[in-house]
């Protein structure tokens, strides 16, 4: 008997997390695996957190939290919006959950209808285009390369635009691709939004501080498109605190009132804990975590100057994140031994298996000719990792 629903049954496994899995039962088995598939910082949480941490466990925040959080860190992320990102959203508008996923699924679930057209540019991050399908919502992909540095034009949006469109998702900078859009380019992409006022902006911006020529600008400052975007940030990426599970909205408050009701069947609030050491860090000066962004942006540098000598591999120069997004469709048909590579999905379990790298391939994020690795590891795995795949891609007949 299936008891399984149509629903749950449909739904892709995170393709990051399974890669990870996989190099993880290689590593149970003795084999020495580096893995470049999940986007975590390889940094501890600042101490200064982790000691707001254990002050609050000793002062017993042990107790059920308000839903959408506690009201003096509602308050601190309002400002926090305000210092950084030039957002004006009120404590009211703010709703802070187990983690950013969990605020953007928070606000698909509270606006998106059966037949409603969400636009997500592609790559996007896997979870995004399962969440719309979740909700029986229709994913509209923006297809990009590594030439136009992954990022769409305003003709690209414009003509993607119907009646039926109810959202445009994306993340600034990108995962998986780490590209970040620039203040001139997003205005742009604000004009055409300015035309279509049904459209709901969604701004992913938890790699907010993993930035490194550019500055970070967000869509939802400008001024005519603030009443209708929802950021989405939390502490996972910029403080190192990716099981601490703790991110945050800000939101019309129409829509935040309604992500706090399905927050309230789902979780409720999100841990004590993590609320009152999220205090600290969203109070905290960006520059604390400086550290983090320069060593980040030396591994780019590093890793792309690695992947220059790998023959038929292309990348962009990103911007931001911790990501490379490497186009590979030259390797696609090759063989080892009796084995043919017809996808990115077999040449990553070839690297992972042969090269024992292992890495996400792009088909999950809507690029099937690409493969996504995070240089969120040290300098000696980048090294050793770029070897292992170049010796292994050169094997390739």
Known sequence: MNYLSNRVQKLAESETLAMARLGNELKEKGVNVINMSLGEPDFATPDFVKIAAKEAIDKNFSYYTPVPGYKDLQEAIAKKFKRDNHLNYKPSEIVVSTGAKQSIINVVMATINPGDEAILPAPFWVSYSEMIQLNEGVVVQLST?????????????EKAITSKTKMFLFSNPSNPTGSMYSEKELRALGEVFKKYPQVLIISDEIYEYITFEEKMFSIGSIPELSHRTVTINGLSKGFAMTGWRL???????????ACVKIQGQFTSGAS????????????????????????????????????KEIPNVYCNNPGGAFYLFPEVSFYFGKKYGETIIKDAKDLCMYLLNVGHVALTPGGAFGAPNYIRLSYATSEENIREAANRIKKALAELR
């Open 145 to 157: 390369d590594y030439k136009s540095d992954f990022k769409i034009n305003p003709e690209q949006l």
């Open 247 to 257: 991110g945050y909205l800000g939101a019309p408050e129409d829509i935040a009132k």
């Open 272 to 307: 004590s804990i993590s609320q009152r050491a999220a205090l600290t860090a969203v109070n905290a000066d960006p520059s604390i975590v400086k550290e983090m962004q320069v060593a980040f942006k030396k591994r780019r540098d590093l890793l792309i100057s690695l992947f």
